[in-house]
């Protein structure tokens, strides 16, 4: 079983949907959860950032980490076509500089 | 700030050429990475510094070696280039505290022929 998995997609929507992106993991270590977006041929850029388990917003975009269920989300409200990239979740242990990622989404959400 | 920056952005190789990418940043951080990115697979790390003067490797160091020069910089070479190392080689730093989120430079395209 890989550490975390993710859809590839594509997922692709209409302009102001609601968008959900999720990652599974199998590592109960993980204490830290994040969300990359990746515009194409740009390199990833820091989204989302998660302490443990809970909810965090800013702005339409919302990420949850549910620890039990070993499982992470984040959504996109109303959706704009500048919302498309592709989106990488990833995650770290306490105490350990890297990162175990996501294979990353790719979204488009049309006009 | 330039926050992290990788030279060359593209680069053509022949089988058996060597090369050196160059990342560099100048946010003060202790920790460096090199992924590559292929399609399918995600980001795969190859080598990493936690702290100036020490490299580790990573999940596919195979064919790689890093330098890492400095605080500042942190380089990539490839000793004698395979088709199998085409990839987009992107360059990160992150404080080196153990929980911060890491910042990814501008990437290279490598093609290997």
């Known amino acids: 079983q890989k550490e975390v998995e993710q859809d590839p997609g594509p997922l692709s929507v209409p302009e102001g949907a609601i968008v959900s992106l999720n990652c599974t993991y199998s590592n109960s270590a993980f204490q830290y959860f994040m969300w990359y977006r990746q515009y194409s041929r740009k390199g990833p850029e820091l989204l989302m950032y998660t302490y443990s388990s809970g909810n965090k917003e800013d702005g339409r975009f919302t990420a949850q980490v549910d620890k039990s269920s070993k499982y992470i989300s984040l959504f996109i409200r109303d959706s704009q076509p500048s919302d498309s990239a592709t989106y990488l979740c990833a995650m770290g242990r306490g105490g350990s500089e890297k990162l175990v990622f996501g294979k990353g989404m790719k979204l488009t959400v049309n006009p | 700030n330039a926050g992290v920056t990788q030279t060359p952005k593209f680069q053509v190789l022949k089988t058996g050429q060597s090369m050196t990418l160059q990342c560099a940043q100048d946010?003060?951080?202790?920790?460096m990475y090199w992924y590559r990115q292929d399609p399918g697979m995600g980001l795969r790390l190859i080598y990493y510094s936690a702290s100036e003067g020490t490299t580790d490797k990573g999940e596919v160091p195979n064919g790689y070696n890093v330098s890492r020069l400095n605080k500042r910089e942190f380089s990539l070479r490839l000793e004698s280039a395979a088709p199998s190392q085409t990839s987009v080689y992107f360059c990160?730093?992150?404080?080196?505290?153990?929980?911060?989120?890491?910042?990814f430079g501008p990437g290279t395209r490598l093609l290997v022929l």
């Open positions: 990160a730093s992150s404080e080196g505290s153990g929980q911060e989120t890491q910042y």
């Open positions: 946010m003060n951080h202790n920790s």
